[in-house]
Structures are given as structure tokens and as C-alpha cells.
């Protein structure tokens, strides 16, 4: 089955402090994997999409890498603003019109 | 920069009752997606659309839920008779002419069921 297990499922930081959230996936195949930011009473927002092993992408204090196996977000000097719930969502091949499959998301908060 | 629009916010109904939620996609996309996220779980694939039909539906997308393009610019998720467990945030996404491409999500729909 396909499957997404984010971790931890909540992160405490100081701003300033940096640190990287994880997103495992097993999948039969792998057409894309996709990081969203989600607010409070808000729908997930882009951030950035990875399609196969060893990219990475950087916005801002931003930066996913993906493995075979994993994908990592990493946050660099965190402000409070960065505070939100960051989720994984991955696209399998084969998968005729691209439904996404969730993790349940990772809690940021930052602290001044 | 262009987003995809959900009404209403929130909406309260009675078990039992019909639901319309009504999203209007980015104009330029042409696939179509609803979600749902129940509270404190993961977002689920409902349904995806593309060229005025369904594409594809995951099992929780049973014979009380259907999906319609109306006209040009809308797209609606039918409940025909609501249960308590329907209550959820449901989202609605749409992207452009690839559906590798990054889907793009509205501010979803609180939908509660008394």
C-alpha cells in the first residue's frame, strides 16, 4: 500500500534555530513528490516539487531534498512567520490523473 | 496571483440533508480535485476531473457524492444525504494542463453535520 509517514509531528524552535522535518514514503513507483504549508484554517500552499532522487530546491529559508526513499525539508534560521504545518504529499506512477497522497503533516512553531 | 476560490466557509447542515460545495478552480487549469481533511487527520483524496468527467475516485467517494463543471468556471461537490461523518474541511485544487503539475488548493469548505 501506499504509504507517507511524516515526522516529528511537532517541532518547537527558537528563531534562529535550524532543523529539518522528515517525509518517508513507500510507493510502487514515484512520479512526484510535493511539499505544501498549510495555516491555521487555511488549504495547503505550494511550496516546492521534487520528481526524482538527489534534487533538491531552495526558497528562501527553504530547502527540499529527495532520496529513493525520503525527502527532507530543511529550515534555515527560522522566523515566528515560518510557523505553520508543513505537509508532504507524494504523486504515484501510474496513477491515471494524479490524486496526492498525504502525510499528516509536521507542526512547526518558532519562537521569538 | 490567480487562486482558487471556495464557498461557502462555513456550512452547517442536518444529517440527512443535501450539501452543495461550490469552488471555482484557477481559469487557465483544466484538472480538478476535491479533498477532505477530518479533523486532526490526514488530507484524502476524493475525486479528480478533467474534460467534464470523472478521472478517477477513491473509495470514500461513494454513490452519495457526485462532482459537476455547470458551466465555465464552477465546480461542485454534491452530498445527497449527509451522515455525521461527512463532517470535514473539504478542498477543493486544480492545476494546469499536466497533472504532474502542482495542484493549487482553496481556502477549503468547514462542512458540519448536526
Known amino acids: 500500500e501506499d504509504q507517507v509517514t511524516q515526522s516529528p509531528e511537532a517541532l518547537r524552535l527558537q528563531e534562529g534555530e535550524s532543523s529539518s522535518l522528515n517525509c518517508s514514503y513507500t510507493?510502487?513507483?514515484?512520479?512526484?513528490l510535493f511539499w505544501y504549508r498549510q495555516d491555521p484554517g487555511k488549504g495547503p500552499e505550494f511550496l516546492f516539487t521534487?520528481?526524482?532522487a538527489g534534487e533538491e530546491k531552495e526558497k528562501e529559508r527553504l530547502k527540499a531534498t529527495l532520496t529513493k526513499k525520503e525527502s527532507f525539508l530543511h529550515i534555515t534560521a527560522p522566523k515566528p512567520e515560518d510557523s505553520a504545518t508543513y505537509l508532504c504529499?507524494?504523486?504515484?506512477?501510474?496513477?491515471?490523473?494524479?490524486?496526492?497522497?498525504f502525510g499528516k503533516g509536521t507542526k512547526l512553531s518558532v519562537k521569538p | 496571483e490567480p487562486e482558487v476560490t471556495q464557498t461557502p466557509s462555513h456550512q452547517v447542515t442536518q444529517m440527512g440533508q443535501e450539501v452543495i460545495l461550490r469552488c471555482v478552480p484557477i481559469?487557465?487549469?483544466?484538472?480538478f480535485y476535491w479533498y477532505r481533511q477530518i479533523l486532526g487527520q490526514k488530507v484524502e483524496f476524493l475525486v479528480s476531473?478533467?474534460?467534464?468527467?470523472?478521472?478517477?475516485k477513491s473509495e470514500i467517494f461513494d454513490d452519495q457524492f457526485s462532482v459537476e463543471r455547470p458551466d465555465g468556471s464552477n465546480f461542485t461537490l454534491k452530498i445527497r444525504s449527509t451522515k455525521l461523518e461527512d463532517s470535514a474541511m473539504y478542498f477543493c485544487?486544480?492545476?494546469?494542463?499536466?497533472?504532474?503539475?502542482?495542484?493549487?488548493f482553496g481556502d477549503g469548505t468547514r462542512l458540519s453535520i448536526l
Open positions: 504529499a507524494v504523486q504515484v506512477r501510474g496513477g491515471s490523473q494524479g490524486n496526492l497522497i
Open positions: 510507493v510502487s513507483g514515484l512520479r512526484g
Open positions: 476531473f478533467y474534460n467534464n468527467e470523472i478521472s478517477e
Open positions: 481559469s487557465n487549469h483544466l484538472y
Open positions: 485544487a486544480s492545476n494546469r494542463v499536466d497533472s504532474n503539475q502542482p495542484q493549487h
Open positions: 521534487l520528481y526524482s
